[in-house]
């Protein structure tokens, strides 16, 4: 079956320092890739999604970026982090069929 | 562009009781699917039930399903014989279904279940 990883869980970052949050996903091969912020109380709002090694659509402009270096593996980074990056990043992932499945998320805060 | 809307922030019902949380949408599209993710604290998406759009028969799950009217474009969520493990966020969320799964969701309900 197909599992989806997060890290870290939590994370406490002051402002302007950097960001990495890694997602992998195991159980499958060249899924889509997907990460979304959520402010709390709030939707989700998808930031990037890949469909392949190296390939990064940017849905909205931000101070994040994103990287797949391999086929299973998608990280989130910035390289100075804002207050506004504070919130909560959900990693997903879809292999064909009907909908999306999600990781279990990592809580930034920015201070 | 297609656009998911849950109008109400808030809801609550008592344990045992049924609760009804509503969704709109809008698109253009005739074949797409739609869905209702729940948050509970933890935070985690936990998919709830899926609809396809071309299936006229409202979807079920135990003690969930849908009310889907494709022509006035709602997806109403009903929940029998609520439980305390039911109080969580409920995302309302849609697919085109040649999109290659990009979903839109609603800014999601807060459903409280009173003991």
Known sequence: SQTIHQWPATLVQPVGSPLSLECTVEGTSNPNLYWYRQAAGRGLQLLFYSVGIGQISSEVPQNLSASRPQDRQFILSSKKLLLSDSGFYLCAWWRGGETQYFGPGTRLLVL | ?115
């Open chain 2, 1 to 115: 562009a297609q656009t998911v809307t849950q109008s109400q922030p808030e809801m609550s019902v008592q344990e045992a009781e049924t609760v009804t949380l509503s969704c709109t949408y809008d698109t253009s599209e005739s074949d797409y699917y739609l869905f209702w993710y729940k948050q509970p604290p933890s935070r985690q998406m936990i998919l709830v039930i899926r609809q396809e759009a071309y299936k006229q028969q409202n979807a079920t799950e135990n003690r969930f399903s849908v009310n889907f009217q494709k022509a006035a474009k709602s997806f109403s969520l009903k929940i029998s014989d609520s439980q305390l493990g039911d109080a969580a966020m409920y995302f309302c969320a849609y697919r085109r279904r040649t999109s290659g799964s990009r979903l839109t969701f609603g800014e999601g309900t807060q459903l409280t279940v009173n003991p």
